[in-house]
């Protein structure tokens, strides 16, 4: 994009990892602050939480969506290991958000949901307002995916998908069988417990 110059709209088909991360319970942690004390945790902790995705496992943040952040692996630049990027990414948030924890001496908690699968990432929207973004049937299931972290007693969900691909480097605990909305048949998801000792 920076080459050519110039932006217009129009995306393509690829293969994407997504990850959706989502503070359980904001809403009442939100009833028990001020406008401006909020503003400023909740700014810290996206902060520290891009920080990882970005410059730690070459993610693209796609958009924030309150105290959620929905993030990429595989676009706009595709690489061998997305997916184990992914993941390693996901631990190391749940690392640094009890890291948060005891340095504001609160007791946030967060779900996360990782999907992969083929999604369209382009500039979508208006000539004179466009984003960057990825929309699809992998982007919907993977939000529905990560709801399920405030059902299931798994803090990292993964799909089917991601499992098959991973499961020699890491491990997984398999949860079961759910049905999501917008999926007619149910989705097998995993439990993300770490790396295995190689």
Do not use: W
């Amino acid at each position: 994009m920076i080459k050519s110059g110039k932006l217009t709209l129009g995306g393509e088909t690829r293969n994407i990892v997504v990850l959706f991360s989502d503070i359980k319970g904001f809403t009442s942690l939100s009833e028990k602050l001020d406008a401006s004390e909020l503003v400023e945790l909740l700014n810290s902790y996206l902060t520290r939480m891009s920080d990882i995705i970005k410059n730690k496992y070459n993610g693209t943040i796609d958009k924030f969506v309150g105290d959620a952040i929905m993030a990429v692996f595989g676009a706009p630049i595709s690489f061998e290991d997305d997916i184990e990027r992914a993941l390693k990414c996901a631990l190391e948030m749940r690392q640094e958000l009890r890291k948060f924890n005891s340095e504001n001496n609160i007791n946030l908690d967060s779900g996360i949901g990782i999907h992969f699968g083929p999604a369209i990432v382009g500039n979508i929207g208006a000539p004179f307002r466009m984003d960057y973004t990825s929309i699809g049937d992998t982007v919907n299931t993977c939000s529905r995916i990560e709801h399920l972290t405030r059902e299931l007693p798994a803090n990292i969900i993964v799909s089917e998908s991601v499992y098959q691909l991973a499961k020699e480097k890491f491990e997984f605990i398999f949860l079961g069988e759910y049905r999501v909305k917008g999926k007619s048949m149910p989705l097998k998801l995993y439990e993300l417990k770490g790396e295995k000792n190689v």
